[in-house]
């Protein structure tokens, strides 16, 4: 059980701390400052880990689709998942928390993982066609579905960073999956709306409303993607299955294809519209930690990195947005054409 | 009353809108895409607005400070300040909210001002004098107490963006003061943290520990400025009074002048270490409301912009820091010297 007293030199497991101002918790992993970019000016590595051929840069693979015969860690993958070499949970953390006085905190039990979205270099998410994103998507949901299986894991959380400015460390396209022994803040604040509002789901209303209101991006029997009524920047996306439900690891194939049908649409025509701009894209499921969510909506949101956001969303917490939601998604959906 | 459906064509005024899904609220203010620098790759002012002699190019002065005899808009100023000309809110948005099924908002009634800080471009807060940035901190004050003294004013955030890279769209060191019709989110789950610890208040037991820690940067008899134990982000810093009080407004001359030393010598040391990097700063105090805050301590905060927070930090709220807080400020105060 460390406290910051007993703190050894060098490398120690990741710890959660709870910021005891605002309740907000931060993980501090020191191994990851090692990680290629962690430092602005450090030197970037010459060869890409998630390339063929590079398969020894990497931890060893843990997943991988479409090898015909060949074997773990050569080329003939087409989807890869390996480990986080700066991992930012670790399964043997430990699992202990402490108190002392404000000092609050929990060992970052968990883990860290990397899927590798396809061994082209250059091939992102909006580039693909729908077919072969809908089977990365399925890498996603088995890689999901692994870790919320597991009793310490509360929640996980797939996200993708796109491009450097949106804190990629590494260009080729790959999502990153966090098993968290804790509910992200973030979460439970989508939790309490929901519940709130149970019988009455906000994002089913958010969804109809979005056609009402022209905000609608692409669509197709399963899915809508569309820019919300609050939204936090230009070309905020918010993708929402059409039937109400809470969980990412039931989603059937089809749904999977309908996500990735409007997902592909959706960052394409964005990709086309500002010149392949860098975002982030994350998954909100329910968690998986035996509670009953019937109440939530699971959905993917999408926020590119165009504008920066400054001291007035870290002190507040909220949004300073130049752009009418109507007319980001007016030019989305002429892009897409 | 503005709704989705009713909006014009061209400039109308900011709203703020309730996101349905997290409760988050986002300032939408289409007037402030035709600031410089709002997009990236739009053309920059040749001229900078903010140095003297350039005067016209900004709103008439609300404020100044340092003027022998000199009229306004013209130069002698020391302290300047003006109403943004992209502001964020305004005082004639309006007063009644509105709900139309999921979509909730309300007129983003209130004001938006900058502080330029010097009639020089290149002087930022961590390079003045404490003497000189102590008389800058009670023009923050001067205007901070003419914003909460209002009515339909809930809060007052002060803020500065140090460098484009912070998210300022000007060079010219400066704060911009933000008069709101609500109580932050930031600022709410602070007061409850607070609140739920009365008479036990989180700040000053975080300082107290940040000594124990050795995470101290600076400190004086009225102040101390030290890393977070739960630090969001390498070299974080969080400046308390070690008085406990809640009211940025009521703050005297002395207690100024002792956050102007720790803050000059813990922003001078941060810059000789990174060599000026972007950071943001603010300051959080209890909200202007009229209502009771004994409990609340104010403080401010600062987070250098060193690294890119990227899609986890969106997904989940959490941060991931890659420095040990008792580190960082171990190599702050060998920069201070």
Redesign the interface.
């Known amino acids: 059980m460390a406290e ?2 007993e ?1 050894k030199e060098g490398f120690s497991a990741p710890e ?18 090692r990680r290629p970019g ?3 000016g450090a030197s970037r590595e010459p060869a890409c880990p998630f390339c063929p051929g590079n398969e020894s840069m990497t931890p060893p693979e843990v997943w991988s689709a479409g090898r015909k015969g060949s074997a773990p860690d050569t080329p003939g993958w087409e989807i890869r998942v390996v480990p986080n070499l700066y991992p ?1 949970l670790v399964p043997e953390a430990g699992e202990r928390g402490w108190r002392k ?3 609050v ?1 929990i060992p970052a039990q968990g883990d860290h993982e990397v899927i590798v979205h396809s061994p082209e270099h250059g091939l992102s998410l909006g580039a693909m066609d729908a077919r072969r994103a809908a089977g990365l998507l399925g890498a996603w949901q088995a890689r999901y579905r692994h870790f919320a299986a597991m009793a310490r894991v509360r929640y996980v ?1 797939v ?3 796109h491009k ?5 460390s590494l260009e080729h396209p790959h999502a ?1 999956v ?1 098993a ?1 022994p804790v509910v ?4 439970l ?2 939790l ?3 519940r709130r509002r149970a019988g009455n789901c ?2 089913c ?2 969804a ?2 979005a056609r ?2 022209d905000r609608v991006v692409a669509e197709n029997r399963a899915w809508r993607a569309f820019v ?5 920047a230009p070309f905020e996306l ?1 993708f929402a299955p059409l039937r109400h439900a809470g969980d990412f690891a039931a989603a059937g194939r089809e749904e999977l294809a309908g996500l990735a049908d409007v997902l592909t649409r959706s960052l394409g025509a964005l990709s086309k519209l500002l010149g392949d701009p860098a975002y ?5 499921a329910a968690p998986c930690d035996g509670k009953d969510y019937q109440h939530y909506h699971w ?1 993917l ?1 999408m ?1 590119p990195r ?7 969303e ?13 007319e980001a998604a007016r030019q989305l959906r002429v892009s897409a054409g």
């Open positions: 910051d007293g703190r959660i701390r709870r910021d005891p101002l605002s309740g907000a918790w931060s993980i501090l992993a020191t191994g990851r400052s962690a430092v602005p930012a006085s404000s000092r905190g959380q996200i993708v960073n450097r400015e949106a804190g990629a990153q966090f968290l992200p803040r973030a979460v604040d989508e309490r709306e929901s906000p994002l209303a958010e109809e409303e009402e209101d919300p009524y609050a939204a936090r918010r982030n894209l994350w998954v909100h959905h949101e926020i165009i504008v920066i956001s400054a001291g007035f870290l002190a507040t917490g909220m949004y300073l947005n130049i752009m009418e939601p109507r």
